[in-house]
Nanobody, 127 residues
């Protein structure tokens, strides 16, 4: 079992930055691949980024590549998402997720494969 709690969301102007954090409790974090989904109002949930335990497989959605950076600290049981050059279309609720270690492989980061979800943190990008 794993519990996930996100923090770090808020209101930011276009071009700004935010760092999301996810605190995990329960099982050792190294058991899981972890990542972030987001959902904008009226849109389907989108897989944003994922990272495996060894940090040698990382996935980014094309929409965030070059702007977002995912990282994890297993000892602290934390997952992070550094978001730079934010755009209004990045607005949404961001969810921290955990699942099988292979979910970071491109094409495998799907919501139905994730075992654990946080409650989400709202990111609003607006001037």
């Amino acid at each position: 079992q794993l519990q996930l709690v996100e923090s770090g969301g808020g209101l930011v102007q276009p071009g700004g930055s935010l760092r999301l954090s996810c605190a995990a409790s329960g099982d050792p974090l190294e058991y899981y691949g972890v990542g972030w989904f987001r959902q904008a109002p009226g849109k389907e949930r989108e897989g944003v980024s994922a990272i495996n335990n060894n940090r040698d497989t990382i996935y980014y959605a094309d929409s965030v590549k070059g702007r977002f950076t995912i990282s994890r600290d297993n000892a602290k049981k934390m997952v992070y998402l550094q978001m730079n050059s934010l755009k209004p279309e990045d607005t949404g609720v961001y969810y921290c997720v955990a699942g099988p270690d292979w979910v970071a492989v491109r094409g495998m980061f799907k919501s139905e494969l994730m075992n654990y979800w946080g409650k989400g943190t709202l990111v609003t990008v607006s001037s």
